[in-house]
């Protein structure tokens, strides 16, 4: 697989507060499974794994590009783990990077790495109304977001990172599902940021 950005990519654009609160929904979402192990595949900035080390969490990462430094050096359709060697795997925005022919054996081989959860989020295309409402003063305002519809007309091109994006054309949640099921796994918890819609979570289990 070729590399699609060095590690300059990560600054930036990966500072901005949307990233910054999916950052907080994987942080959350990771910690609410509990887990004794964790495998973070797509390091990135490293911002969730410093983290998440930093507070006393067992994880390790992987990444194809070395240049990132991770605990391993792979591929995430060839991972070099054994059956069920960590209880918890994540993937974020990392999936997407992968042609799309590649997304049911990218999702058996995170089957196979983990013991019981696998967390992913992949972005998504969709049209929005989102409002922020503060009634009564000193408590935090409340934030509401109303997905009316995929943005299926819209046929993806391939723009030297991602390769698919759920809500175009040819790649419906529906599908996306049905794939996730495919490879074994049960849906447990889906959800999307209200303030950053374009990240979509799935919280899934091996069945």
Known sequence: MKKQVDKTHYKGS??????FISYYHQIKA?????PGTILEIGIGSGT???YLKNNGFNIETCDFDADLQPDHVADIRDLPFREGEFDLVTAFQVLEHLPFEDFEKAMSQLHKASSKTVIISIPYITLNIYWKCKCIPFLKPWYFMWRICELSFLKHKFNGEHYWEMGK???SRKKIRKILKKTGFSIKEEFTPEMFPYHYFFVLEKS
């Open 30 to 34: 990771i910690s609410e499974e509990t």
């Open 14 to 19: 990966y500072e901005s507060p949307g990233r």
């Open 169 to 171: 054309k040819g790649f």
């Open 48 to 50: 969730v794994a410093n």
